[in-house]
């Protein structure tokens, strides 16, 4: 019989990088939280090496964009392509300029060290609970609460925990998917790749950018990831023997090309099968899920956890905003609705790179490199960063439902530090003098920050974009623009769904 019943905010499910980092923005939000994770240490296998500017600019709102940085680098230096041949038929250039997050666009890491930093801020928030080795068994819900029933996987001992809501952060298999019963839907693209992650123990001329090799006879990637890890990804052939190839002797072979065993120590080599699915329904009441849990990707793009941290950000301030009685659980219903169409994209996109990329048929490959070579590449760009329907003002899609840049200011902070993790309504003291006094009280309900003599950059914005005030969500996305008094009168419903 379980041992106690406790009561948090929100349970969480699986302390991959989805669920730590929504544990720490709730508990820098004051909420409480309990967090159940099976295994005893951080999963050790090779996975992500790559996130982009937003999701940096989401650890920042988590405190942690000084621990992040110090374990990341900077993608400056691009990609190349190289076909069968050697040759190399296309440059895309990195860069070291900032970009609109207020930080580079993208970053190299290695994925253990950064969930150790998230671990690591999880002990700022008292109110914070983890419970390693602790399996999520069961689960039901209520009219006022979900019972989550989990397991000591030490001692066998059953215990059950009360909470409002429930997020399923628990990867690829999510056993919450399965107790809301959510199908996945397949967007096309199964195929295993070797993924074999080296540390360099000598100098060793390597590449310091990404290199992807379109060898029709065999696929493969080059990353210059961290420090002196590098990776090689190699995509497994219907004739592989799949044991043979993970064999050192083998796997040494398979990148003689370019290292030697004296020169470096193999981290890891792992077969995974990339997938490209979406779950056909991430909320049902007080259950959701976020993370691998809804969507999987092949990391072509490098962008499966981007997508599970962006799920954690657009759920975490809706959970506190709804637990604190800010706004009506109608709000959460937008999670699904707004990030869905975005990852949908991404996955498609992510399948049709995969797939000229994992051309093996030598005329197609051919005809590829023809077009690579004629400088009319089928690379395609990120979709827009986007939300789908929600919590925002629909009559400018080319600015609402999209993130706010995050400008230094003229004090030297970034804007974010500024603003916290609040709503925000920015605009000259005259216009936003001129709201109503219902405005006005819908901005304190709301928790926003007012500022009305906005610095330089912020006027800048303004002017280029010719708004007289812009209204934020806490999670940096734009709410409206208003152009009038009663434009900001109007946008400022799209603060908080009820109640
Ligand atoms: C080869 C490879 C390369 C990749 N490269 C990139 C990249 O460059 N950039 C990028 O953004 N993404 C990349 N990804 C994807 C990225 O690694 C995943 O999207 C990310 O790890 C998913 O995080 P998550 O927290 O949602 O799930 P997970 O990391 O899978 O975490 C889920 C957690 O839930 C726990 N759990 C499961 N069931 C239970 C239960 N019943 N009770 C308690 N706990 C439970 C698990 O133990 C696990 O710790 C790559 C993936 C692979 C395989």
Known sequence: MPEHTDAYDVVIV???????????????????????????????????????????????????????????????????????????MLIRGGTAANGPHGCANNYYFHQPQLEAVLREGLSRFPGVKVQLRHELVGVEQGDAAATVTYRSMESGQAEVARARYVVGCDGARSPVRQA?????????????????DAVLEQPVDLPAYTVQYCDPRRPMTYCNVVGQR??????????????????????????????????????????????????????DRRLFLAGDACHQTPPFLGQGMCAGIRDASNLAWKLDAVLAGRASDALLDTYESERKPHVRALIELAV??????????????????????????????????????????PAVPELAGRPFPQPRLDDGRLLDELLGRRGAVIGSQQVLAAVSPATRQLWQRSAAVVIDQPDASLQDWLRANEASAVILRPDRYIVGVARSGADLDRISQFLSVGP
Not at 180 to 196: H, M, N
Not at 358 to 382: C, H, N, S, V, W
Request: negative net charge; charged residues 20%.
């Open 14 to 88: 699986g302390l991959g990088p989805t669920g730590a980092t929504l544990a720490n923005l709730l508990g820098a939000a004051g909420r409480s939280v309990l967090v159940l994770e099976k295994e005893a240490g951080i999963f050790p296998l090779p996975r992500a090496i790559h996130f982009d500017g937003e999701v940096l600019r989401i650890f920042q709102a988590a405190g942690l964009r000084e621990q992040v940085l110090a374990i990341s680098r900077p993608g400056v230096q691009g990609m190349h392509f190289v076909n069968g041949a050697g040759e190399t």
């Open 230 to 283: 590098r990776r090689w990804e190699i995509m497994v052939l219907p004739d592989d023997d799949r044991e043979a190839l993970v064999q050192p002797d083998n796997l040494w072979k398979m990148v003689a090309a370019w290292v030697r065993p004296d020169q470096a120590s193999l981290e890891r080599a792992a077969i995974y099968t990339f997938q490209s699915v979406v779950a056909d329904g991430w909320r």
């Open 352 to 393: 049709r790179l995969g797939n000229i990329i994992q051309t093996t048929d030598p005329q197609l490959a051919a005809e590829r490199d023809a077009k690579f070579q004629a400088g009319r590449p089928e690379i395609f760009e990120l979709p827009p960063q986007l939300l789908g329907a929600g919590a925002f003002d």
């Open 180 to 196: 809301i019963g959510s199908g996945l839907v397949d967007l096309g693209l199964r195929q295993p790749w070797l993924v074999f």
